[in-house]
């Protein structure tokens, strides 16, 4: 597993949020600078973890459901 504070995968990430939600890329930022200070502030890199895992987590709900919007539709009425 990547460590926390890894440039690429806070970019890969950021890159795949706003591919999926403009809005949700905003919080994503926000909720990153807040998770490093205080990582920063506690010397732990438990929030820089708990930041990973929650928008691993948002990332994968998003792609589920857009999945399932798409795939039960057959357009039949």
């Known amino acids: 597993m990547p460590e926390p504070g890894d440039p690429l995968v806070e970019a890969a990430l950021r890159v795949t949020v706003s591919g999926l939600d403009l ?22 890199a438990a929030p ?8 691993r987590v948002f990332i994968a709900l998003r792609r589920h459901l857009d999945d399932s919007r798409g795939h039960g539709d057959t357009g039949d009425t």
Request: proline fraction near 0%.
């Open 23 to 44: 809005a949700a890329a905003e919080r994503f930022d926000r909720e990153l600078s807040a998770a490093r200070q205080e990582a920063e502030r506690t010397g732990s």
């Open 48 to 55: 820089l973890r708990t930041f990973l895992h929650r928008w």
